[in-house]
């Protein structure tokens, strides 16, 4: 019997290999963006239960597969240098026996063994903590002043997500998605949903993980803010989901646009290129273009001119606090 493998190489030219990808994987394959050619796919030690869970997303160059490999980036909470080293050999070494041949599928396979491997092993499990795959670096709060305009090179069409209906009895609020904002791979892209109470909150991050391509984002960062009026205070939180620093960032300019009684997520597909302090605008870039979209708060220029005062008044502080 001829292997699933043998056949998506053999119909490699007639039939679109991300078509059988899809077909095989279902819900667990998901297109990140199909213009640049842009997927992943969660892998996982078994169906019911899995102990360890790995996202792999790939990139395709238009040479692949005749002359050049996919571009690959491995995505897991516990994933090590070691571990990720170890891998990359492992599919490496799969392209060298597979030249010019439709790999996904052996490298699907190939991680899928190696968490089954570590499933069966004494390994207690994963220690869940997820990092960020940017390199960390010395920076000043000035340095990420927001754009009042995004660079049109910087701007991609919408990504259309279907969040499930809420079941009976539970109360979802709308949820809201903004324009994404692609940076040399990366896509950042921000959700919204209006919120009185952390309950909501947690109902609305629920049915956004429903969503694979949601849930599949390298990094999930949101920061919320509820206003009580008994107390006349604040109920806030924020989320870096391994974006290190990045939702206190987002909690902070809510604070600054003084918005109430909402939920904002910005959702980042890492591309393979490290983007350095500019990440953080584009998160809050994002953010700030949404909630003045659903009048949460002003318009971009006025926001702007908020946040200049905010960081004056810092200077003058410091400052003052130095004679």
């Known amino acids: 019997m001829m292997s699933i493998s043998s056949t998506l190489n053999r119909k490699a030219p007639k039939i679109d290999e991300i078509e059988a990808l899809s077909s095989i994987y279902g819900d667990d394959w998901c297109v990140v963006d199909e213009d640049e050619r842009i997927f992943c796919i969660k892998i996982s030690d078994c169906l019911e239960q899995p102990k360890w869970t790995l996202c792999l997303q790939v990139i395709l160059p238009p040479e692949y597969p005749t002359s050049a490999p996919p571009v690959y980036q491995l995505n897991a909470p516990w ?9 990359g050999n492992s599919l490496e070494e799969i392209c060298v026996q597979n030249l010019g041949e439709s790999i996904l599928y052996l490298w699907v396979e190939k991680i899928r063994e190696v968490l089954v491997e570590k499933s069966q092993s004494s390994d207690p499990g994963p220690v869940i903590k997820k990092i960020t ?5 010395d920076y000043d709060d000035d340095d990420f002043s927001l754009d009042c305009q995004l660079n049109q090179d910087n701007t991609v069409k919408t990504l259309n997500f279907i ?9 979802l609020p709308r949820i809201h998605h903004g324009n994404p904002i692609t940076d040399r791979r990366s896509t950042f ?38 206003y009580c009026e008994d107390k006349q205070t604040y109920l ?21 646009l003084h918005v109430r009684n909402v939920l904002v997520v910005v959702s980042r597909w890492y591309g393979g290129i490290l983007l350095g302090p500019d990440r953080f605008k584009h998160i809050n870039n994002c953010a700030r273009n949404i909630l003045v979209e659903y009048n949460y708060t002003n318009s971009a220029e006025e926001s702007s001119k908020q946040l200049g005062k905010n960081r004056r008044i810092r200077k003058d502080n410091k400052k003052k606090s130095e004679r």
Do not use: F
């Open 163 to 171: 969040t499930p209906e809420s079941q009976e009895g539970e109360e």
């Open 189 to 226: 892209q921000a959700h919204l949903a209006p919120v009185v109470s952390p309950k909501q909150v947690k109902t609305v991050l629920d049915k956004l993980y429903e969503n694979k391509k949601i849930e599949n984002a390298t990094h999930n960062i949101y920061a919320y803010r509820i």
């Open 133 to 137: 795959e940017e390199i960390e670096e």
């Open 236 to 256: 806030q939180d924020c989320e870096d989901d391994g974006e290190t620093a990045a939702g206190g960032r987002l909690l902070h300019l809510m604070q600054i």
């Open 79 to 87: 994933l090590r240098r070691q571990d990720y080293m170890e891998l």
